[in-house]
């Protein structure tokens, strides 16, 4: 029986009766098992039929719905708010560049390093940097800090945001530097935090007033402690940074000693 | 009509009257949101202004507003950390 509803020649039912079907709460619970809702209405799990353009979306409302992906492939997508803007929900990160990028560093301290990107982003504030490997800018010991730096324009920015996933409710710190052209590092802050569980993590970072006569800025986000230590991966979200260029990527790293390092990373991109 | 739901006044009606409209089924069908077997096309989710409960082995799927967007939040059995799907 493909079609659930209570047809006009049915008789309704309602359920439990010693011989006749439920015909009442049939469409709702979803039919015969594996039903969708249990029995008293949760969701036990859903099923979205595929869709070919996004539905529409009212004030203060948000769709969740499945349509093709320009590959052919069935996604998930999430809608915003009065018709807005349509976006793939989970899985949907893709590596769009990555390397294995030696640095020696000119002395040891706080040092930046380059990592060439091939190709500029279109949505840099959407893309998340990811150090993952074994490369040996994390065998720098309780030192090491990594951070994700772009050039931007902050005349009228007065804050970011760092989206870390952390593997644990461990204490993390944020560091960050804005860097002015001509004059240098002009402002610099630390975040101290300790998460209340691991996953994802948004920190928005609040930076004091820049002079008005700077206007393109190199601002840097710092994560360092039990984000990037240890084993496994680290992800840090450019999200809501807005670059003008973004051609490369700047990492600011702090040496022990003079060496080469190897920096393992990779840009995702949804 | 913004009130779908069967009003006391209202005939109980099943699918395919001949004349009269389907009122049995018209919640749950919303406006296109389910296909007639009762599988979603699409789910819209109203703002929430906290995080809504859940009880074990339940897992709630829900919307509220971050930073001034509406995003979509998981949040885990027994109220655990709600996280941000999108």
Redesign the interface.
């Given at each position: 029986m493909s079609d659930l509803r209570i047809q006009y020649n049915e008789e309704m039912v309602g359920q439990g009766h010693p011989t006749k079907a439920d015909t009442l709460n049939r469409l709702f619970l979803g039919g015969p098992a594996p039903v969708l809702r249990d029995s008293d209405g949760k969701v036990l799990h859903s099923v979205f039929k595929k869709q070919t353009s996004p539905p529409d979306t009212g004030v203060d409302e948000g769709a969740l719905y499945a349509k093709e992906d320009a590959a052919g492939e069935l996604k998930l997508y999430w809608r915003r708010p009065s018709n807005g803007e349509e976006m793939e929900v989970g899985g949907g990160l893709v590596v769009v560049d990555q390397g294995s990028t030696p640095w020696t560093p000119a002395g040891a301290g706080y040092q930046t390093a380059t990592l060439p990107f091939t190709q500029p982003l279109a949505n840099p504030e959407k893309c998340a940097i990811s150090f993952a490997g074994a490369g040996s800018f994390r065998q720098t010991g309780g030192s090491a800090v990594v951070s994700a730096q772009v050039t931007i324009n902050i005349e009228d920015e007065t804050h970011f945001r760092v989206r870390a996933y952390v593997g644990a409710a461990a204490a993390t710190t944020i560091c960050y530097q804005v860097w002015q052209a001509i004059t240098g590092q002009v402002r610099r802050g630390v975040y101290s935090l300790t998460p209340a569980s691991a996953g994802p993590l948004d920190i928005d970072v609040t930076i004091d007033a820049i002079s008005d006569y700077t206007k393109a800025l190199i601002l840097s986000g710092n994560v360092r402690g039990d984000m990037i230590r240890g084993t496994g991966s680290r992800t840090m979200n450019l999200d809501e940074i807005k670059t003008t260029s973004n051609t490369n990527l700047k990492l600011l790293g702090y040496a022990s000693d003079i060496d080469t390092y190897y920096i393992p990373w990779q840009i995702y991109v949804p | 009509m913004s009130d779908l739901r069967i009003q006391y006044n209202e005939e109980?009606?099943?699918?395919?009257?001949?004349t009269?409209a389907?009122t049995?089924?018209r919640l749950?069908?919303a406006g296109g949101?389910r296909?007639?077997?009762?599988?979603?096309?699409?789910?819209?989710?109203?703002?929430q202004t906290g995080d809504p409960p859940t009880a074990a082995d339940?897992l709630a799927?829900y919307?509220k507003e971050?930073?001034g967007?509406?995003?979509?939040y998981a949040r885990p059995a027994l109220g655990?950390?709600a996280?941000?799907?999108?």
């Open positions: - | 109980m009606v099943g699918r395919g009257h001949p009269k389907d049995l089924n749950f069908l949101m296909s007639p077997e009762g599988k979603n096309h699409w789910a819209v989710f109203k703002k339940e799927l919307a971050e930073g967007e509406l995003a979509l655990g950390p996280w941000r799907l999108i």
